[in-house]
């Protein structure tokens, strides 16, 4: 699986995935991390996961990030699960799904 950097900042993705991209691939899990002004050019501005196993968000903050078309913050296609838990989201964007798209 992938575990995100306890603090990610100003990172960039020109189509998916500014932080993390997972395809067929394990477990994504952000925690006790933050992650400030990440984007991508078309999904998931943090995290985009497709066919991937669980997507975890824990005890984290997520701030400015954003994409260009969906999912400002996490962009999941067909993955196992998602799920969110002590997570502040602060001012992300995309124009559907400013934090979430699934």
Excluded at 36 to 55: H, N
Excluded at 78 to 98: D, H, M, Q, R, W
């Amino acid at each position: 699986g992938h575990r995100l950097p306890a603090s990610s900042r100003s990172l960039l993705a020109t189509q998916r995935g500014g932080v993390v991209y997972s395809q067929s691939s394990g477990a994504v899990t952000l925690t006790r991390s933050t992650v400030t002004g990440c984007s991508a050019g078309t999904r998931g501005g943090v995290v985009y996961a497709v066919y991937s196993g669980a997507v975890s968000l824990t005890n984290s903050t997520v701030m400015d990030c954003s994409a260009e078309r969906i999912g400002g913050v996490v962009r999941a296609v067909t993955s196992e699960s998602l799920s969110v838990a002590g997570v502040a989201f602060i001012n992300n964007s995309a124009p559907s799904g400013s934090v979430l798209y699934l």
